[in-house]
């Protein structure tokens, strides 16, 4: 809902936004989308059918988002805390019933992403039937890098993604192996939901995905997009 511009609030509103590369200016993010099972290797180590079934997506808070270079505390009420590095697409104009093949003029650019995970939580979930947003939306669950924009790097649908953590690897891919390409999978979802300016979509993880502990430091990338770093830290 649209407040007219004389609404005052009880307390100042906050909005989630992730760096420009090249900018002073900020993307202000309002939502997080996930797409789950995008690459037909992580399909396989999770368990199931990589055939090309339709995309399925959950969402995360807009206020989970980490900058590059952040500090994750270790989630509360998990055992399993799993990374799983994914190319994030960052909406830059809205829409509806989109064409695949006018979806990518609405991407403004493209980062690289963590989708952060409780497994055990997830998998407690998936077990009981119940959505996952226990497992997957919780405080920094989506470190994201500064968002690079399409007009300087086009649209990439090819290249080496790729994590490592404390030097050493742990999921690599490329961008090619995507069952669902992003030009697609924005057109899919924009015919579940309307589209908007902030909108971020993490596009699915390649293989290799696993825990991580506290003083753990994870870096990884997508080439000629960007990289991100983030370290574990103690619980808070």
Known sequence: MRQPASTSFLFPPTIPSVAIDGSTDRFPVRRVYCIGRNYADHAREMG???DREPPFF????ADSLLPDGALLPYPVQTQDLHHEIELVVAI?????????????????GYAVGLDMTR?????????????????????????????????RIGHPAQGAIWLEVN??????????DMIWPVAELVAHMSRYFR?????????GTPAGVGAVQV???LHGGVDGVATLTVEIGPPV
């Open 48 to 50: 199931h059918d990589p």
């Open 215 to 217: 003083g753990d430091r």
């Open 167 to 176: 030097g050493q690897p742990r999921q690599r891919g490329d961008l090619a």
């Open 119 to 151: 497994r055990d939580l997830q998998a407690e979930a998936k077990r009981l039937g119940r959505p996952w947003e226990i497992g997957k939306a919780f405080d920094g669950a989506a470190p994201c890098s500064a968002i690079v924009p399409a007009a």
């Open 195 to 203: 589209l908007e300016a902030g909108d971020l979509i993490y596009t």
């Open 92 to 108: 830059g104009r809205g829409g509806s019933n989109i064409a695949p093949a006018a979806a990518l003029e609405h991407v403004f």
């Open 58 to 61: 959950f969402t995360k808070q």
